[in-house]
């Protein structure tokens, strides 16, 4: 898997903008087992400002099973 983000400069100064960017990739390093070899663009959007961490698992998770491109997780 391979993994692009994209945060606009409207999203707030460089140290935000790295801060969502870091929130996006440890939320996918923990989840790489789960998520099907694909490349994925990830385009960070306002409301992910002020969103806390555990959100974006949660938001990211949703959004992968949505496109299907989540594996299931086997117990």
Same mark, same amino acid.
């Given at each position: 898997?391979?993994?692009g983000?994209? /945060?606009?400069k ?5 140290f935000? &903008?790295?801060?969502? %960017?870091r929130?996006i990739r440890e939320? =996918?390093k923990?989840r790489k087992?789960? /998520?099907?070899?694909y ?5 960070? &959007?306002?409301?992910? %400002?002020e969103?806390?961490?555990l959100? =974006? ?5 949703? /959004?992968l099973?949505k496109?299907k ?5 086997r117990?």
């Open positions: 898997m391979r993994l983000i994209s /945060v606009s409207k999203l707030g100064k460089a935000e &903008r790295n801060k969502i %960017k929130y939320t =996918f923990t087992e789960y /998520v099907k070899n490349d994925i663009i990830v385009i960070a &959007r306002p409301g992910a %400002k969103m806390p961490f959100e =974006f698992g949660s938001s990211i998770d949703h /959004v099973k496109s491109l989540m594996k299931v997780k117990s």
